[in-house]
């Protein structure tokens, strides 16, 4: 049997099992991890996240690479065991879980470099919690048609790519973005490669006030289904509906999803326009597991 010693924690809903492994030298299987998921059976979450040195993984290498202070890497794997690029919620999770354990500083003002396999990402603290720089988007994948159980058509989305890939669907009305059943694998075709998460939105009334753009958004997770919140997911239903609103829209958003609110300001780089994520991210309580 193995031991794990684990925190559980929270942004806006989307919920993780973390726990601390520096050396590398305790990965869990898919099965483990899905068997700690397990809302019946298990401790039950989203996903897990392993807090392990980059210095000790193939990919925390190719981080370092690109920052040396990246010293934690950020390793994330869906609710069904599959590894993920890039989690906006559980980065702010991981990184409060980095700073409570005293794995890790971080001075008001001052940013922590995390490694992920979406590359390195920055994180800050900010009022709500934390803000993270979630780097370049592309619009990828292109306007596949989705299909969801109980909404009546299919209809156009927009691919996104926020380092995971990301269709987004706009809807007609509350009344419809409450009726799609997402217990349910929205279907996309043409299907992309390597899957997506499926964003249906719907746009606030006005659409922006005080110079604040506002939607509406829920979400079914690749490998882990309906979430209470996707950070990367708002990021993208932000952006789509900014494309879709046309140039005269803002570049600040608050979006609210089930498990809460978060934020998404798009601003320019040297390197293109990048987009930061803002919001809570708590820790819940603290366990032991026995795992086979």
């Known amino acids: 049997m193995a031991t794990i010693h684990f925190t559980k924690g929270q942004g806006t809903g989307n919920d993780f099992v ?4 520096p050396d590398g030298r305790r990965p869990l ?21 392993r807090a392990v040195r980059s210095s000790h993984l193939p990919e ?18 869906n609710a069904d065991g599959s590894p993920a690029e890039m989690c906006g919620n559980g980065i702010r999770v991981f990184v409060r879980y980095l700073l ?15 490694g992920t396999r979406a590359g390195v990402r920055d994180v800050q603290r900010n009022l709500t919690g934390f803000q993270v720089d979630l780097g370049r988007w592309d619009l990828a994948g292109g306007e596949p048609l989705v299909r969801a159980r109980e909404l ?17 669907v706009a809807v007609a009305d509350d009344d419809e973005l409450d009726a799609a059943d997402l217990s349910y694998i929205p279907h996309i075709e043409p299907a992309p490669e390597h899957g997506a998460n499926v ?18 958004m829920r979400v079914h997770e690749r490998g882990s289904g309906e979430t209470l919140s996707c950070g990367t ?22 979006v609210d999803v089930p498990g809460g609110t978060v934020g998404v300001r798009m601003f320019p780089t040297e390197d293109g326009e990048h987009v930061a994520l803002s919001g809570p991210a708590e820790l819940v309580y603290t366990g032991t597991l026995e795992l086979a």
């Open 60 to 77: 925390g290498a190719e981080a370092l690479a690109e920052d040396e202070t990246a010293e934690w890497f950020m390793d994330y794997a």
């Open 100 to 114: 409570e354990t005293g794995l890790a500083e971080l001075a008001d003002g001052e940013t922590l470099a995390i």
């Open 152 to 168: 009546p058509v299919a209809r156009p989305g927009l691919g996104i790519d926020m380092g995971n890939p990301h269709v987004v």
């Open 29 to 49: 299987t898919p099965s483990q991890i899905a068997e700690i998921c397990d809302r019946h059976f298990g401790v039950g979450a989203d996903g897990v996240i």
């Open 18 to 21: 973390l726990y601390s492994d």
């Open 233 to 254: 997911g708002a990021a993208a239903a932000a952006l789509a509906v900014r494309y879709w609103a046309g140039s005269a829209a803002p570049d600040q958003w608050r």
């Open 199 to 216: 964003e249906f939105v719907v746009p606030h009334e006005p659409l922006v006030k005080d110079g604040i753009g506002r939607i509406r």
